[in-house]
């Protein structure tokens, strides 16, 4: 028994500082936790936080180094980890059951060399060879950050008719009962089998090198078979830096090709299928900013909550979501053949390339687990809901890289819906960065991920998701992966990543999320709006051009001439105001109508019009022969406020020339006589701020 199930190498248990002084390290094995997670970490947070389960940051973290070793003729993995966080280096594995397994988060593997068969006689108690699988290395479901670099299989997966990749008569292995493997083996394997643990942008691989190898992929869902599909196997993402495992040999993002997932992944026809796994691969370089992205939706918890509950009966609509279940580790239906995990709605890409008429299953289902994992940097994500659009919506556990590739969401409202729209740190109830309306897509897309739009053509509301630090949003802007951590502690960079041989993938940090707020009339099913509206398809091409992918429009399908958006000014004119919720109050905002309803609060001092400098449009006011701190250009704001509300000011100032001091105010000033007080002025400092010349 053990020599077809325990691994010649294996890590499953902690290692943690046993001594006061952090001076003996001791291993405890299996998969016991009770002395520290299975990552480890430099710091004993047993004795640091009494709590042996806590978290270690980035700055504490440790890891196990394998280092030159060879496993040969085990009928199982020659590598089995359920320890994260190890380095190995300079790994063979001969004639084995699979190269490597990682079930733990955080491994870098470099010059990795597989032999899954080398053509010897297998000699291995009780164990035949073509019961033996032949296999390279299995990606895990959920929660990890696996690279691979420089690494070469060899005589790995079946030999079948099927194979596209290699034509040799040797490639992989047959079925002999001397040498050869199980039918079903392949190179590369995708758990596929749970609803309830699911992938994010978890793998990455360069500089792979396959030699005389059969089957290449594999979806592997033990539970069905992929039939039904499940959550994690049409989630299904690996980032190919360099195209050498998809074999295409540029950048390529190797995904799901599950019939199920719609075309969530098959985007345009330049999409290469692989059938057999099922897989499709995009090429990144075909797009402009092209990428990956994760979320996590949640809109009612007494439906998320059900996820994996351990209840055997599937909810159903007259359940309520009471005493039933969801989305399981493994299996799809209950004993009435209920699905456990169904559809709930759907998300899809923006554009008629992706309508009914294209894409008949509407998209990528969204279940009671609704994490999402797709490709960015496109003209946006469409979420529409059975049971109409959500009036709260919580995204969280968001992962992308918010300076190389947009990830933009869109939602049906009805006209007359008003939005609050705010993004939280975890830990801190005051670090809140509230968004505020732009007028258009683009300046969704094009912004520093505190903004939202609401098209009154098309009844969607836009917002750009970007990942944000875990406990911190002060100097809101698009937090880069490389940027240090600004807000103390032991963390090292303001975003949670995994990093190893020039790569680098975002990692999710709990806590932080952004919440969407929608005030709308409540309808019959309690946490929706009472009225979806008619959908409208948004109009992604410039005339003369056609949707050709999910980030593209071309003269033609096919063609080479395609249309290069430019990016808007960060803020562009905005219309005169309705004064409604959501609307600039201030009139003339950008002077673009010169200095109508600005004046000096000075007589000392003057205002002009600028053409020389603008932020947004042509013109800006320069403020001149200011004796006073607290003179400058002044509105007045009467009978466009109320009391009791709540409003957004903020302003883009610049200074000119030589200047005593940098520092900028701004005022609200109340007239007192007004409010039933003596005659007089009060003055309330709204924001004090170092700018720059």
Same mark, same amino acid.
């Given at each position: 028994w053990w020599w077809s199930h325990a691994g010649a190498f294996y890590s499953g248990g902690s290692l943690y500082y046993s001594s006061g002084d952090d001076t003996l390290l001791e291993y405890n094995a299996g998969r016991d936790q009770s002395k520290g997670t299975r990552s480890p970490c430099l710091v004993d947070k047993c004795i640091e936080n009494n709590n042996c389960g806590s978290y270690c940051y980035e700055g504490e973290r440790a890891w196990y180094k394998l280092t030159n070793n060879k496993v040969f003729m085990t009928a199982s993995p020659s590598l089995s980890s359920w320890s994260g966080r190890m380095e190995v280096i300079r790994f063979e594995a001969h004639d084995v059951a699979l190269g490597m397994e990682a079930l733990q988060d955080g491994f870098g593997i470099d010059q990795l060399l597989v032999e899954c068969r080398s053509g010897e006689e297998w000699v291995i108690p009780g164990n035949r060879p073509d019961y033996v699988s032949a296999n390279g290395f299995f990606w895990y479901d959920t929660g990890?950050?696996?690279?691979?670099?420089?690494?070469t299989f060899r005589n790995c997966g079946a030999r079948n008719a099927n194979n596209a990749y290699d034509t040799s008569p040797t490639r992989g292995c047959d079925t002999n009962e001397i040498n050869g493997c199980s039918s079903g083996s392949t190179v590369w394997g995708f758990l596929t089998h749970s609803d309830q643990f699911t992938p994010e942008l978890m793998q990455a691989t360069s500089g792979i090198t396959y030699e005389d190898c059969g089957r290449r992929f594999k979806l592997v869902d033990f539970a069905d078979n992929n039939t039904p599909s499940s959550v994690s196997g049409r989630a299904q993402n690996w980032i190919d830096t360099d195209g050498s495992a998809s074999g295409l040999n540029e950048p390529t993002i190797m995904a799901s090709g599950l019939s199920d997932a719609g075309h969530w992944w098959k985007v345009d026809s330049n999409v290469v299928d692989d059938p057999e796994a099922p897989l499709a691969f995009i090429k990144v370089n075909d797009g402009i900013e092209r990428g990956l992205g994760h979320i996590r939706l949640r809109w009612k918890d007494e439906i998320h909550n059900t996820v994996g509950n351990g209840s055997s009966k599937a909810c159903t609509p007259s359940d309520n979501w009471q005493n039933c279940g969801t989305c399981y580790n493994g299996p799809k239906v209950d004993g009435s053949g209920d699905p456990y995990c169904p559809a709930l709605g759907r998300i899809r890409h923006i554009g008629s390339k992706f309508d009914l008429s294209n894409d008949l299953l509407g998209g990528l289902p969204i279940t009671a687990n609704a994490e999402v994992a797709g490709l960015t940097g496109g003209f946006g994500w469409l979420l529409q809901l059975d049971d109409g659009p959500p009036k709260s919506l919580k995204i969280d556990q968001i992962e992308v890289d918010p300076v190389e590739t947009p990830m933009v969401l869109a939602i049906p409202y009805d006209s007359g819906t008003s939005f609050s729209i705010s993004a939280h740190a975890a830990y801190c109830s005051s670090c809140v960065e509230t968004f505020f309306a732009v007028n258009s897509v683009d300046h969704v897309r094009a912004s520093q991920g505190n903004t939202y739009y609401y098209d009154e053509a098309t009844k969607l509301l836009y917002v750009r998701i970007i990942q944000t630090p875990q406990t911190y949003l002060t100097d809101w802007h698009l937090w880069n992966l490389d940027d240090l951590n600004m807000g103390g502690g032991p963390r090292t960079h303001a975003l949670d990543r995994f990093t190893f041989s020039g790569i680098t993938l975002p990692s999710f940090a709990y806590g932080p999320y952004l919440q969407?707020? +929608?005030?709308? +009339?409540?309808?019959?099913?309690?946490?929706?709006?009472?009225?979806?509206?008619?959908?409208?398809?948004?109009?992604?091409?410039?005339?003369?051009?056609?949707?050709?992918?999910?980030?593209?429009?071309?003269?033609?399908?096919?063609?080479?001439?395609?249309?290069?958006?430019?990016?808007?000014?960060?803020?562009?004119?905005?219309?005169?105001?309705?004064?409604?919720?959501?609307?600039?109050?201030?009139l003339n905002p950008g002077f673009e109508s010169g200095l109508t309803d600005w004046y000096a609060n000075s007589g000392t001092m003057q205002i002009q019009i600028d053409t020389s400098q603008a932020h947004s449009g042509t013109q800006s006011v320069l403020a001149t022969g200011r004796t006073s701190t607290w003179n400058g250009p002044q509105q007045t704001?009467?009978?466009?406020?109320? =009391?009791?509300?709540?409003?957004?000011?903020?302003?883009? =100032?610049?200074?000119?020339?030589?200047?005593?001091?940098?520092?900028?105010?701004?005022?609200?000033?109340?007239?007192?006589?007004?409010?039933?007080?003596?005659?007089?002025?009060?003055?309330?400092?709204?924001?004090?701020?170092?700018?720059?010349?």
């Open positions: 990890q950050g696996h690279i691979i670099s420089s690494s969407i707020e +929608a005030d709308c +009339a409540e309808g019959a099913i309690s946490g929706h709006c009472a009225t979806t509206p008619s959908y409208v398809e948004p109009e992604v091409c410039p005339s003369g051009y056609v949707q050709v992918s999910y980030d593209k429009c071309c003269v033609s399908e096919g063609s080479s001439d395609c249309y290069v958006p430019t990016l808007p000014p960060t803020f562009s004119p905005t219309p005169q105001p309705t004064f409604g919720q959501g609307d600039n109050l201030v704001m009467i009978e466009r406020m109320s =009391a009791n509300k709540t409003y957004r000011i903020s302003c883009w =100032a610049k200074l000119k020339g030589t200047t005593s001091s940098d520092t900028l105010k701004l005022t609200l000033r109340i007239d007192v006589m007004m409010l039933g007080g003596e005659s007089g002025w009060e003055s309330r400092t709204l924001s004090t701020i170092k700018i720059g010349h």
